[in-house]
Nanobody, 127 residues
Framework: QVHLVESGGGLVQPGGSLRLSCAASGFTAEYYDIGWFRQAPGKEREGVSCISSGDPSIYFADSVKDRFTISRDNAKNTVYLQMNSLKPEDTAVYYC????????????????????WGQGTQVTVSS
């Protein structure tokens, strides 16, 4: 069975950092594009970043560009989202998801292109 499990969320002060992990099981993550999404209270879920399969291309939403990075550890079947210079507006539940279509843009993350989702991890940025 395919599973994605996010971890690494928590409470952090503005300007701080967190690294989220997306541990995959039931499939080989390096063969799939993996996306990160977030949903803030009262807002729609939005795409944050995506890493493609193979020799990866990476994409970021403008709101997190130059602050977040995305990477893979194929040996651990895990995708990471490193979040630096965190702002209160980054507060949200963060989800990872497996794509069955290629991600190709930092500005467009059609949720219909993703077939499996994790349960989410809460990130709270507050002093």
């Amino acid at each position: 069975q395919v599973h994605l499990v996010e971890s690494g969320g928590g409470l952090v002060q503005p300007g701080g950092s967190l690294r989220l992990s997306c541990a995959a099981s039931g499939f080989t993550a390096e063969y799939y594009d993996i996306g990160w999404f977030r949903q803030a209270p009262g807002k729609e879920r939005e795409g944050v970043s995506c890493i493609s399969s193979g020799d990866p291309s990476i994409y970021f939403a403008d709101s997190v560009k130059d602050r977040f990075t995305i990477s893979r550890d194929n040996a651990k079947n895990t995708v990471y989202l490193q979040m630096n210079s965190l702002k209160p507006e980054d507060t949200a539940v963060y989800y990872c998801a497996r794509a069955f279509k290629s991600c190709y843009s930092g500005d467009y993350y059609p949720e219909d292109d993703y077939d499996y989702w994790g349960q989410g991890t809460q990130v709270t940025v507050s002093s």
